[in-house]
Structure formats: structure tokens, C-alpha cells
């Protein structure tokens, strides 16, 4: 998450995440392997360019 972010902002980006990812979790077709984690937030919520080399 981008350091600039209020803290309860932040704190709340956080605790919905991870209820998504239990939810995604205690989908039977779903497994951890679909959790939402900060690569997608960087570049899907947050748009910056977070390239791997």
C-alpha cells in the first residue's frame, strides 16, 4: 500500500482484503492461488507501473 495513505484508510484496505481473500479461500473452485495481493493493488487500484525485470 502506498505509504502516503491516511492510517485508517489503510487500516481498512487491509481488514477488507484479507475477509476477500477468506472469502476467496472458502470457495470451493478457489484456492489461495486467487487472494488478491499487492501486485494487483499497485497497479489496478493505485495505477503505477510496477514492472518486474
Do not use: C, W
Not at 11 to 24: F, G
Not at 34 to 48: A, D, E, Q, R, S
Request: hydrophobic share 30%; charged share 25%.
Amino acid at each position: 500500500m502506498p505509504d502516503d495513505l491516511d492510517d485508517s484508510v489503510r487500516e481498512q484496505a487491509i481488514e477488507k482484503l484479507k475477509n476477500s481473500n477468506s472469502e476467496i479461500s472458502a470457495t470451493e473452485e478457489l484456492n489461495d492461488n486467487y487472494h488478491i495481493g499487492p501486485y494487483y493493488l499497485m497497479v489496478n487500484v493505485f495505477g503505477k507501473n510496477t514492472s518486474i525485470s
